[in-house]
């Protein structure tokens, strides 16, 4: 029988979370930047 790497899966749950994380955090600056450019139109000539 294998013996459990604890390591690997606690990196691996650190790594998934780091990723949600940094999803989360572009999903706000893009929803930040869609209502500062809501708010300011800026037309191009």
Do not use: C, G, H, W
Not at 13 to 41: G, H, I, M, S
């Amino acid at each position: 029988m294998r013996k459990t790497n604890y390591s690997f899966e606690k990196r691996q749950r650190e790594v998934a979370k780091q990723k949600k994380r940094e999803a989360k955090r572009l999903k706000k600056t893009e929803k930040a930047d869609q209502r500062d450019n809501e708010d300011n139109p800026q037309t191009i000539l």
